[in-house]
C-alpha cells in the first residue's frame, strides 16, 4: 500500500474516534436534557424553584467529545511518525466507541439524576460522584490508548 492511502487510512481512525465520542456526547446531553426538562416542568407546576444544577447532569457527556479530539490529534501525529494504520484506524474506531458509551450511558444517568432531583430536591452529591465513576471509563480508555497509539 502506498504511503499516501496508509496515511490516509490512520487519519480515519481519527475521523472515527473523535465522530464516535461527539456521537455519545450528543445522545448522551440529548437524554439528560430532555429529563430536565422535565423535571424544571414539574417544579414550575407545583410552583418551586427549579434546580439550576440539572445543567451539570445534562452537561456532563460533552468532555468525551474532548477525549476524542485529544486522541484524534495523536492519531494524526502518529500517522507522521508511522505508526501502522491498521492499529491507528482500530485505536479510533474502538476507543471512540468506548468513549461514547461512556458519554451515552453518562447521559442516561444524567437523566435519572434530573429526575430525582428534580422531584425530591435531595441527593446532588450522589448523583454527581455517579456521573464522575461513569467519567472515569471515558478517562481510562483516554489514557490507555495513548499506549497502543505510542
Given at each position: 500500500m502506498d504511503n499516501a492511502v496508509a496515511d490516509a487510512m490512520g487519519k480515519l481512525g481519527g475521523a472515527a474516534v473523535l465522530g464516535l465520542c461527539a456521537l455519545g456526547s450528543a445522545l448522551g446531553t440529548g437524554?439528560?436534557?430532555?429529563s430536565a426538562i422535565g423535571a424544571w416542568k414539574k417544579c414550575y407546576a407545583q410552583n418551586r424553584l427549579a434546580p439550576f444544577i440539572l445543567l451539570a447532569f445534562v452537561g456532563a457527556p460533552l468532555s468525551q467529545t474532548i477525549y476524542g479530539m485529544i486522541i484524534m490529534n495523536r492519531i494524526v501525529a502518529s500517522t507522521q511518525g508511522g505508526a501502522p494504520?491498521?492499529?491507528?484506524?482500530?485505536?479510533?474506531?474502538?476507543?471512540?466507541a468506548a468513549i461514547g458509551a461512556s458519554a451515552w450511558l453518562q447521559g442516561r444517568a444524567g437523566a435519572a439524576a434530573s429526575d430525582a432531583l428534580g422531584e425530591?430536591?435531595?441527593g446532588t452529591a450522589n448523583y454527581l460522584m455517579a456521573l464522575g465513576i461513569i467519567e472515569t471509563v471515558a478517562i481510562f480508555v483516554l489514557v490507555f490508548i495513548g499506549k497502543v497509539i505510542g
Open positions: 437524554v439528560a436534557a430532555l494504520w491498521q492499529t491507528l484506524s482500530a485505536a479510533g474506531i474502538f476507543g471512540g425530591t430536591g435531595k
